[in-house]
């Protein structure tokens, strides 16, 4: 089946939003013969009946609106790619360093709503929490954020938000079949086979902070990866399992791809932090992106 693009998906969900063909196409900026062409050939696409057009305006058929919902899916995560594609290749002089995980599920939702309070625009770069604090204390960005448990005394950090680390593995793993009253203990995760992230990562680095608070020296037999999709597909094959940021894989979790493993004894939950140079001049843009990050961005925007 041929893929829809995404202008005709944006076109659909402004035909729900506003209630008619005419009021989408201005809202997308395209003349209403174009609109009504787009939307056929949307059908088409799908082999579905999107619209009554019988009725007074355009009216979602009941397989237009699930289109509809799922649509407004693929349209928010391509305003996230291109919010997220445009910061990474800025060369302007906002410079953010960002850990994966953040900067995979939270930080394209941060830039865009950072830009509807300001003009300035931001360069970003993705690496682990260990080569974040590297670039801030190198005067190589101007703000960090990270995932990792310390933060080295020379920085500054603010607490932004917290995450839960999951425990899971792959449908029918032997852990999948245990007794609900059975949760898998800090000892035992210690000496499970996982599949982890690279040294210096900030899940990886959690993972050991929480497992020491646990009173568990020791490190886990585990196979580093470099990356959380990585991390993901090996467990996804069977064999080992993972700790991995809930919002890593909420995805999995909803189709069944991965199944979470209870834990009790060990408390895996972390915080994600800005961090930034004691010594550095405060900026606006800076101060502003903090308060996005923290849910506390005040005031209307620009």
């Not at 041929?2 to 900026?29: K, T, Y």
């Not at 174009?34 to 009946?49: K, V, Y």
């Not at 682990?128 to 954020?145: M, Q």
């Not at 140079?277 to 606006?284: L, N, S, V």
Request: aromatic share 2%; hydrophobic share 45%; charged share 25%.
């Amino acid at each position: 089946m041929e893929m829809p693009s995404v202008e005709s998906l944006r076109l659909l969900v402004a035909v729900a939003d506003l209630g008619s063909i005419s009021a989408a196409a201005r809202e997308c900026a395209i003349s209403q013969p174009s609109a009504s062409s787009r939307l056929r050939h949307l059908e088409r696409q799908l082999r579905l009946d999107l619209l009554d057009r019988r009725t007074r305006g355009a009216e979602l058929t009941p397989e237009g609106a699930a289109v509809t919902e799922w649509a407004r899916t693929v349209v928010a995560a391509m305003a996230a790619l291109q919010t997220g594609a445009e910061a990474l290749r800025s060369d302007h002089t906002v410079r953010i360093a960002c850990s994966q995980t953040i900067a995979e599920y939270l930080m394209p939702a941060w830039l865009a709503r950072l830009r509807e309070r300001t003009d300035e625009p931001v360069h970003l770069t993705v690496g682990n929490s260990a080569a974040v604090i590297a670039d801030v204390r190198g005067h190589i960005a101007d703000l960090g954020f990270i995932e990792g448990p310390t933060v080295p005394d020379d920085l500054a950090s603010r607490t932004v938000r917290t995450d839960r680390m999951l425990l899971v593995a792959a449908p029918g793993d032997r852990l999948t079949r245990r007794r609900e009253d059975r949760p898998v203990g800090a000892a035992e995760l210690a000496d499970l086979p996982l599949v982890t992230r690279e040294p210096g990562a900030g899940t990886r680095d959690a993972l050991g902070a929480a497992l020491r608070r646990a009173g568990i020296q020791r490190e886990p037999d585990s196979i580093a990866l470099g990356t959380n999709a990585a991390v993901k597909i090996m467990v996804a094959a069977g064999g080992r399992a993972a700790v991995l940021s809930e919002l890593a894989v909420a995805a999995e979790l909803r189709d069944g791809r991965l199944v979470e493993i209870p834990t009790e004894g060990i408390d895996l939950h972390r915080r994600l932090r800005a961090v930034r140079r004691k010594d550095a001049a405060p900026r606006a843009v800076v101060e502003t992106l903090m308060a996005v990050a923290s849910g506390r961005a005040a005031g209307p925007p620009r």
